[in-house]
């Protein structure tokens, strides 16, 4: 059932980029329908009254997203329906390589990264009608941003899908090449088409990285089905060759630090439902490829590898958040924060992976589930603000945080649900974010029962520096929310926004904000829902996830720690109605409304209201080191002995130490062997000859 | 029963919360050789702000007027959960100390988002160092936390405050090294010297004054108590985790009444010493806030270290 479920989801994400083909200006369907105004003059006229151009342009724009909406509700109809059935569906298909059907199966691991793509898809199909409005009349077609999206839905699903490598790399090269065509949808800007290019060269890489781990578990497995793998016993040195392939391919897709500098490049240069759909699903489909390889297809696992995804995973949030805390553009500053998320998901992970190698299946299990907790709250935020992020750019054309402003006032319901969005990913009681990072604290706190002391000073450092992660998210997403919504509009275009006018692009953010509180106030029941998924895993279901009864969550036992956030909200609401209902209602003056402050000095503008830059100074100046800032001050100077100052000109650029430290270096080197390589092509034919001739002898020496 | 006595709690905890600031304000104006106002005094502030008519400057949204309901609100519920008088309460099980942290951050983050709402300079550079501040004291804070519960093995505080009490009069480095770092914090949080000077509208040197400098009548009302709740808040901490002794672990008249003396007189103490401290430190410098937080880090982390090298040797 689960299994057919998820066929309809990924036939309706290809039919919808076929539908987007054809709805396309030399489509199919437009010349289907002259073709058949033509055959049938009586019904001309008839037609003609209800095909207003119009009309056909807006069918155009929304059948592909119906159908994206379609392939996202069954998404999540299969995902809880492994979920909930528990066990693996399985199923062959005819296709692929003449010795090697496609084999696929479902699983609830599968089953629950089905419900983490169709939550978001099904926000982004509804947003995206009305946020293509604009595409229409530019200068690319919407059929190709509609094929492309179906196709890299459709990857997507089939990676979650796949039983055996051989498709699992097909799926895995359809989603990444497919969002690579997304990402350069705009290829007007040089921008976009550098993000594109770099994006595929990493994708590509890690890919090969992919196979290569593959590869090591089918050559010790005989076979390219993932059953054939499981079986596989490779040496200790050899699985740790695979994991560490596996940790570089999973973890270049998924963003982690010091692979990570594609990322901020490629998400925004999209436009904003695909990025919340490439930052909010499809990196969690890498942590799902990254979980399937390490505890599902390796047979054993070593503390040693869950140090390193700790280590690497500690680094990646705190340095993602760190550099999105000094980004202005917006759609940036959330991508360098998909990079602090995933972050904390593998610091999970690492957790996980410690644990479960020490003996200790509990706690393992207990991190594996913060992980999984994880990546789908950060879907559901992420994209909700991708989305919030989106509905201004659609508005007001604007990406910089540093001309936004008082949008509050302007776009009142946006602003709402993105407050939701902030108060989640700042890791804030009630919302979800809070949750996942709790779980998360509780994993780490229970260090005491590992015997290597060096362990056990480890995580708690490690949970440390997690701390230090969310107090700067909120820090970060303060800033974002305050200096976009609030205060004095900051240039003149974002004072005359207005509210998004068409109804999807307030339903889909509002869906997502919907799942946001619920899963803050409610988490119990969708852990216990993952009881079916961590028992084949780590062979170990959370015994006492709700031994208070399912409005608690205590991870460990009622002893240890727990938690009510529906107490919590329920909590929070009645003391501050009761507070207002004592003040105001009753006796309370009304407010009346003045100027604020000047100190007497009159005329406050906007542009004396802190800015962007000002507001992340102290962070820049404290973590200096982290950053690698260029500050430039140019006076121009006048009279006689160039005294006077006319005009002054601040530039001002916090630049990623990846780009110097990894990217630059690398991409050189590729250049200087390939300059080497090219001496080899002198361009004269006899010296070709020669190489032709000396490799035939080469080879006939060989064979004989 | 048990909740009644949890409710009740709470409101002796909101209600003493202003008598605590008179103290320390009472004790700082002797030690400076001031004539003190009564100990009474900040009720009156109280109950003359919510007289006022309260004024809204005119680019304020919502968010500046809801702020103060739900960092009172938050404050208030961060009390609930902290044993002031008794242990084995229900309401300690709603959170634990990890969620108590969270509380503070979501009142916070609302104080500040209500400092940018109103779209001037203060309000941005009082929300900016603000943030900055309380993200270097917050690991600091969770890291003195984790030395606590690795010990307790458990995050609960009433459970935590349980294992002191059981394991008697011990004299733990870790525990040492901790509390040091959670004074520090707690200083830096509460916005008092050498941090933040809560007597001072220098404009310059604000923080926290600067968030809220647009408020009036009862909203800042509201805030101040919310404040003067927060700072009783850390006192109890410290004083209940490190010295729960005295504490009621049931719930008779004796042992309640008993539990209300010993937790007043340990505040008296660590207020006498908060006042001292402002009295003899002058106020540091923004930027040399962080080397004094990442010591509160240092000490935790060492607090940390020293329970895992010399405490939890197996």
Known sequence: MSLFLAGISVAAALLSGLAALAAGPDGLLRHGMLWWMKKAPFRRTRTNERLTPGRFSRFARTAPFLLLGASGSFAVLAGIAALLGGGTRTATLPFGLPWLDWHLALDPLGGFFFCVLGIPLIAASLFGPGYVREFEHGKHTLSVLGLFTGLFVAGMELVLLADDAFLFMIAWEVMSVASYFLVAYQHEHATSRRAAFLYLLMAEIGAIAIILAFGVLAGFGGGLTFEAMRAAAPSPLWASVAFVLALAGFGMKAGLVPLHAWLPEAHPAAPSHISALMSGVMLKIAVYGFIRFAFDLLPSLFWQWGVLVLLIGSASAVLGILYALQQQNLKRLLAYSSVENVGIVFTALGLSLIFQSSGNSQLGTLGLVAALLHSLNHALFKSLLFLGAGAILHQTHEHSLENMGGLIHRMPKVAALFLIGTLSIAALPPFNGFVSEWLIFQTALQAGSIQSGVLRSLIPTASAVLALTSALAATCFVKVYGIAFLGLPRSRHIARAREARHPGMLAGPVLLAACCVLFGVLPTPLINALGTLTQPLTGFVLPNISALGWLWLTPVSPEVASYSPALVLLGTVAVGWLCYYLLYRRTGLEPRRAEPWDCGFGGLTARTQYTSGAFSMPIRRIFEPVFDTRETIEEQTDGPAKTRVTGLRYQFQVLDRAWQVLYEPSGKAVTRLARWVGRLQAGNIRTYLGYSFFTLIVLLWVVS | ?314
């Open chain 2, 1 to 314: 029963m048990a909740w009644l006595m949890a409710i009740l709690q709470t409101l002796l905890f909101i209600g003493l919360a202003p008598l605590l600031s008179g103290w320390i304000k009472r004790v700082k104006c002797r030690l400076q050789n001031r004539k003190a106002p009564s100990l009474f005094q900040p009720y009156r502030d109280l109950r003359k702000l919510y007289r006022k008519q309260p004024i809204v400057p005119h680019p304020a949204s919502w968010i500046f007027r809801a702020a103060p309901y739900i960092v009172f609100a938050s404050t208030v519920l961060a009390a609930a959960i902290v044993p002031l008088v008794a242990i084995n309460l229900p309401t300690a099980r709603i959170a634990d100390v990890i969620v108590l942290v969270g509380f503070f951050a979501l009142g916070r983050t609302f104080l500040v988002l209500a400092g940018m709402d109103i779209g001037t300079a203060f309000g941005g550079m009082g929300s900016s160092r603000e943030m900055t501040i309380s993200s270097l004291a917050e690991p600091a804070m969770l890291m003195a936390v984790f030395t606590l519960a690795m010990s307790a093995h458990t995050t609960n505080l009433s459970q935590a405050m349980n294992f002191v009490l059981d394991s008697g009069l011990v004299l733990r480095p870790s525990f040492v090294f901790a509390m040091g770092g959670l004074i520090l914090v707690t200083i830096a949080e509460t916005g008092r010297i050498p941090v933040d000077n809560p007597a001072t509208h220098l404009e310059l040197t604000m923080i926290h004054e600067a968030m809220i400098l647009e408020y009036s009548g009862r909203w800042l009302a509201l805030i101040e108590w919310a404040s003067q709740i927060k700072l009783m808040l850390y006192g109890v901490l410290i004083a209940n985790i490190f010295f729960p002794w005295g504490i009621a672990q049931t719930f008779t008249l004796n042992a309640l009444a008993s539990g209300l003396g010993t937790i007043a007189l340990k505040l008296a103490v660590l207020a006498v010493m908060l006042a001292l401290s402002e009295v003899l430190f002058a106020k540091m410098r923004i930027f040399r806030v962080q080397e004094y937080l990442s010591f509160a880090y240092l000490l935790s982390v060492l607090g940390l270290l020293s329970h895992i090298i010399l405490e939890a040797a197996r």
